[in-house]
Every structure is written in structure tokens, then in C-alpha cells.
Nanobody, 125 residues
Framework: QVQLQESGPGLVKPSQTLSLTCTVSGGSITTNYYYWNWIRQAPGKGLEWMGT???????YYIPSLKSRTSISRDTSKNQFTLQLSSVTPEDTAVYYC?????????????????WGQGTQVTVSS
């Protein structure tokens, strides 16, 4: 059984960089052909796919966030990390990591087979 667990600070100040880590157990993040995604849900809004890192290490980002987003991985720890720079209060959301078995860019929950429980991040001074 694959399990994902997000970790990181719950409060970030405006203009700072948000950094979250997803620790994966029960499966390797380098296994063909899985993709490891970051998805968020702002208050009152739907799920928004932010980006992904593939089994190969390739990364893909939603264009609207691409200039501020970086996803990397540590294969020795079976973790992948999201960094979102220059945050504003509009980046306040519950952040999820999730696995997909193909490149997915949607906010449809059904496109992802395993999810973390989500972590609340608030951007406020």
C-alpha cells in the first residue's frame, strides 16, 4: 500500500518561499511510470494541479505558477519537495501530494490514485 505524507510549515510570511516535502512509503518514486504531483485547494475553490515530477526526474508545471514553482526529489529518502516562491495570501490553501500513473494536469481527484492527507498552509504576516 502506497502512502504519502506531506510535511512543512503551516504559516509562511508574504514574499517568502513555501517549502513542502512529501514522503512516500510502500513504493519508490523512481518506479516506471508514475508521476508525483502537488495539488492545492484554496478556500472555497476547487483542486488546482500545480506540477509534477516524473519517475524519470522530469518536471512539469502549470504555466500560471511556473515562474514561482520548483519540484525536486531526493531518491535516497524517497521524497519529493515543492518550493513556491514570493508567496502572497492568495497562496493560502491545503496542499496535497498525490500519485498518478500517467502525466495528469487536472484537478480531478479520480486522476490520482494515492493522496496524502493534505497540509494547511496559511500565508500571513
Amino acid at each position: 500500500q502506497v502512502q504519502l505524507q506531506e510535511s512543512g510549515p503551516g504559516l509562511v510570511k508574504p514574499s517568502q518561499t513555501l517549502s513542502l516535502t512529501c514522503t512516500v512509503s510502500g513504493g519508490s518514486i523512481t518506479t516506471n511510470y508514475y508521476y508525483w504531483n502537488w495539488i492545492r485547494q484554496a478556500p472555497g475553490k476547487g483542486l488546482e494541479w500545480m506540477g509534477t515530477i516524473a519517475y524519470s526526474g522530469s518536471t512539469y508545471y502549470i504555466p500560471s505558477l511556473k515562474s514561482r514553482t520548483s519540484i525536486s526529489r531526493d531518491t535516497s529518502k524517497n521524497q519529493f519537495t515543492l518550493q513556491l516562491s514570493s508567496v502572497t495570501p492568495e497562496d493560502t490553501a491545503v496542499y496535497y501530494c498525490a500519485r498518478s500513473n500517467a502525466l495528469k494536469t487536472s484537478g480531478w481527484r479520480r486522476d490520482y490514485d494515492y493522496w496524502g492527507q493534505g497540509t494547511q498552509v496559511t500565508v500571513s504576516s
